[in-house]
């Protein structure tokens, strides 16, 4: 997967079909990012939910009314990125249901709809992998493990009751003070894990580590813990709970499947004094 040379160039492969799985190891030491395409009427509550719950959505970018244009740094020139056509697959909700998965959301899309752009954990692994930690995820070259979990979020409008999702990379106890020290300062893209071990699986709710809701399953060694990060899916999550109060279709990235931007993976980190 690392045969791509740019960002624009793996993002023209997307968009034209070649790549619809996992970016997990794609161009590493680049950003990526989820996302979640509502109707504009949902769009504040979304905001709020994501400025009240920064860690599990941290907001990377907005797209309103034009899918090519989007209101920050993160790319290197207007208009060469789409974001109805950009990511390897797309997941399409109605009425808070999942109801197809497809290559592109071009017929989904209107200019009453509003695209978030939310940070990713993929874009912290490069770091982690430098450190000799690499995550087990690229190892493998499976998508990440990711779990539904009872950790509620902060609720905001009509976003209520709604849960985290995490992602879990197995490492050693004695490695875990490390991979929270690496990945504490990437907090636009979920920062330090959230939880970590077993009775930290129990704590957020999950019940089987070998059966993840998204994504691939990873082995735990008897040698290892689970570690928890909160998820850039959890959006998705919350459009399953509350979606029977939107009108109209939702659509996201499907699961693991991201968009490559041109930023590096720390660009949020170098202005980052804490």
């Known amino acids: 997967m690392n045969e791509y040379r740019t960002p624009k160039e793996f993002r023209e492969i997307c968009r034209n079909g070649l790549h619809t799985t996992h970016t997990s190891g794609v161009l590493p030491g680049y950003l990526q990012a989820n996302l979640l395409i509502l109707p504009s009427r949902e769009a504040q509550d979304f905001v709020d939910l994501c400025y009240r719950n920064p860690v599990a959505c941290p907001i990377l970018a907005i797209s309103k009314e034009d899918p090519t244009a989007l209101d920050n740094e993160i790319f290197a020139k207007q208009g060469e990125v789409d974001i109805r056509t950009d990511f390897p697959k797309y997941n399409v909700y109605r009425g808070g249901h999942l109801i197809s998965q497809k290559n592109n959301c071009n017929e989904e899309w209107n200019k009453n709809y509003i695209g978030f752009l939310i940070g990713c ?121 509350v979606g029977h109060l939107i009108e109209g279709p939702v659509v996201s990235h499907a699961p693991g499947c991201m968009l490559v931007c041109d930023a590096k993976d720390d660009f949020f980190c170098k202005n980052s004094s804490f």
């Open 121 to 241: 954990s993929y874009s912290f692994e490069r770091a982690l992998t430098i450190a000799g930690l690499c995550p087990k995820n690229i190892t493998l070259g499976k998508n990440v493990a990711m779990f539904k979990t009872s950790k509620y979020l902060n609720p905001a409008g009509i976003f209520v009751n709604c849960c985290y999702v995490v992602s879990m990379r197995p490492y050693k106890p004695e490695d875990l003070q490390r991979v929270r020290e690496i990945t504490r300062k990437f907090k636009k893209t979920h920062g330090e894990p959230i939880d970590w071990g077993f009775d930290g699986a129990k704590r957020l709710g999950i019940h089987n580590i070998l059966n993840p809701d998204y994504g691939d399953m990873i082995e735990i060694l008897p040698t290892e813990i689970p570690v928890f990060w909160a998820c850039g899916v959890t959006p998705q999550l919350a459009i399953e709970t």
